[in-house]
T-cell receptor, first 116, second 114 residues
Framework: AQKVTQAQTEISVVEKEDVTLDCVYETRDTTYYLFWYKQPPSGELVFLIRRNSFDEQNEISGRYSWNFQKSTSSFNFTITASQVVDSAVYFCALSDSGAGSYQLTFGKGTKLSVIP | DTGVSQDPRHKITKRGQNVTFRCDPISEHNRLYWYRQTLGQGPEFLTYFQNEAQLEKSRLLSDRFSAERPKGSFSTLEIQRTEQGDSAMYLC????????????FGSGTRLTVV
């Protein structure tokens, strides 16, 4: 069965600090996809990134970067020079073939508060 | 507008009443998913459709819940005889193909059962 663990429930940082959100996943599939979503107070889920299990290259997009390590089943997300607008709940999610649905299994989320 | 639309955004209902939510996916997407998110939790899978066929239901989807996707277009999620435990955000997502090729979520319907 799939499982995603986000051990950090809440994190507070001062603006301009770097922050890393941790994500550990479990799956028996060899082909799977990992995602990060942002959920601001308005409630919609905003897609940030998707990685497939065969691509372990780290990725950087502006102030955001992701570190995917299959050896430790982790897919961590770093925000560099955090801003107040980064305050939100961040979800890590896993999708695998399972019964064919490719449904997303989400972690419980990490609430990030960036203090000005 | 090419996003996923959900209606209504908010619904307050009395316990025991029936409610129905609607989701309009991105038009070319053939997969449609329903998720439920309770306070402080991540979204949990309820069911999904490929075109008009409902292919999987989670154990969370009790017999009071029913979902349809007539003609493979919009979808409805109905909850009969609502209970306070049904209070949650109901999220709809659509995708073009199976796998990791991007899921677009709607803004959700927040249900409050009083």
């Amino acid at each position: 069965a799939q499982k995603v663990t986000q051990a950090q429930t809440e994190i507070s940082v001062v603006e301009k600090e770097d922050v890393t959100l941790d994500c550990v996943y479990e799956t028996r599939d060899t082909t799977y996809y990992l995602f990060w979503y942002k959920q601001p107070p308005s409630g919609e889920l905003v897609f940030l990134i998707r990685r497939n299990s065969f691509d372990e290259q780290n990725e950087i997009s502006g102030r955001y970067s992701w570190n995917f390590q299959k050896s430790t089943s982790s897919f961590n997300f770093t925000i560099t020079a955090s801003q107040v607008v980064d305050s939100a709940v961040y979800f890590c999610a896993l999708s695998d073939s399972g019964a064919g649905s490719y449904q997303l299994t989400f972690g419980k989320g990490t609430k990030l508060s960036v203090i000005p | 507008d090419t996003g996923v639309s959900q209606d209504p955004r908010h619904k307050i209902t009395k316990r025991g009443q029936n409610v129905t939510f609607r989701c309009d996916p991105i038009s070319e997407h053939n997969r449609l998913y329903w998720y439920r998110q309770t306070l402080g939790q991540g979204p949990e899978f309820l069911t999904y459709f490929q075109n008009e066929a409902q292919l999987e239901k989670s154990r969370l989807l009790s017999d009071r819940f029913s979902a349809e996707r007539p003609k493979g277009s919009f979808s409805t999620l109905e909850i009969q005889r609502t209970e306070q435990g049904d209070s949650a955000m109901y999220l709809c997502a659509s995708s073009l193909v199976a796998g990791g090729y991007g899921y677009t979520f709607g803004s959700g319907t927040r249900l409050t059962v009083v």
